[in-house]
């Protein structure tokens, strides 16, 4: 039989078959518990008719209506609660369709770590309750900056938090159980976390290479504490000086409150921080020293050290090579301070390295 032939033993399909095989191709099989979006399109006392592109139109009882100003023609979201009643009609869910966008809005926020409004509605012997998002949270006092004076004695305390009641803080979410209907809060998280995205933001508009003033918070052992702008940085002992042994003394002259000009020499922009040199906008001496001199040269140069293996002497500013004391003559009296004419064996400015002999 020819392919013709069996094309005309088929039914032909009429103009009412197509549209009702369209029609039923963009009709939703909606089952309970779906999410969808729909439009409202009628409001009476007793209910409201939502067009979520079902075979029937999604029925929401006037008391889920109570205290909103929804219209005719907007949007929303509703959760199915039947796909069909017994006559015939589809109940829909605006409030559990708020509750389940709320909730999945909590998750992506504590994923996120995103700061969240949590307005205090009340408080019972552990924390301050309230809402967030439309849910109901908690944050311990433990976490509480608002509510944070526990010392006071009870009645003083009861007033305290009283007063509380309405007030709309700052929060993060730090545990979240949608099964136990469980959100824990913290309002010092979001303090931290807040002050940490602003030195983000301003360390951000910081680059290695520039030069900036900076005030000093701390002076340490290991360096000096200084903020710029508002981010916090660290001037390391070794960027204090090119001179090794005046770091110290640098570091007992400065001061918490000076000002000082330092270089950018390192970033880190997750955790809104900077490392900085001093040293890194005075001349390099080990530039300057190679620039005037080479090895086989006979300087100047400055006892500063006498010990049992060698004499060190300074050359220019600060850069101390050693002497061995094998090219030292053994009657020869020595002592710190005293000037000698030495010879330079090597000279590395990268690895900052100077070996000197002794010139007669």
Do not use: C
Not at 1 to 25: Q, V
Not at 161 to 190: F, P, Q, W, Y
Not at 202 to 211: I, Q, R, S, V
Not at 244 to 264: C, F, H, M, N, Y
């Amino acid at each position: 039989m020819s392919a013709e032939k069996n094309m005309a033993t088929k039914k032909k399909l009429t103009m009412e078959d197509l549209l009702n095989n369209t029609a039923a191709l963009s009709i939703q099989q909606l089952r309970r518990g779906d999410i969808v979006e729909g439009t409202i399109i009628e409001i009476n006392e007793r209910e409201a008719l939502v067009d979520v592109g079902a075979k029937s139109e999604g029925v929401i009882p006037q008391a889920e209506l109570k205290g909103t100003h929804y219209k005719v023609g907007d949007k929303i979201l509703v959760y199915v609660l039947t796909p069909e009643d017994r006559r015939g009609q589809m109940i829909v869910s605006l409030k559990r369709a708020q509750t389940y966008k709320s909730w999945s809005d909590m998750v992506e926020a504590f994923k996120e770590g995103k700061t969240l409004d949590f307005t205090i509605t009340g408080h019972n012997r552990g924390g301050l309750i309230g809402d967030v998002n439309g849910i109901v949270g908690f944050i311990p006092f433990s976490h509480s900056e608002s509510a944070s004076d526990l010392s006071l004695d009870k009645a003083e305390l009861q007033s305290m938090l009283d007063k509380m009641v309405g007030k709309t803080v700052k929060t993060r979410i730090i545990e979240l159980d949608r099964e136990k209907n469980r959100i824990i809060l913290s309002e010092k998280e979001a303090v931290i976390g807040e002050a940490l995205e602003k030195r983000k933001e301003k360390a951000a508009k910081l680059k290695e290479g520039d030069t900036v003033t900076v005030e000093v918070t701390a002076v340490m052992p290991y360096g000096l504490v200084v903020t710029v702008d508002g981010v916090e940085g660290l001037i390391p002992r070794e960027e204090v000086s090119w001179d090794d042994d005046s770091i110290d003394e640098r570091l007992g002259q400065t001061q918490i409150g000076d000002k000082l000009d330092a270089q950018v020499i390192e970033l880190n922009k997750e955790l809104g921080k900077v490392k900085l040199s001093i040293k890194n906008i005075s001349s390099n001496p080990w530039e300057e020293l190679t620039k005037s001199s080479k090895v086989g040269d006979v300087v100047d140069a400055t006892i500063s050290r006498i010990t049992s293996y060698g004499v060190f002497a300074t050359l220019g500013e600060g850069i101390e090579g050693m002497i061995p004391l094998t090219s030292i003559p053994e009657d020869m009296q020595l002592s710190v301070g005293q000037a000698i004419k030495v010879k330079i064996e090597a000279l590395d400015k990268d690895k900052r390295r100077l070996d000197l002999d002794y010139a007669s």
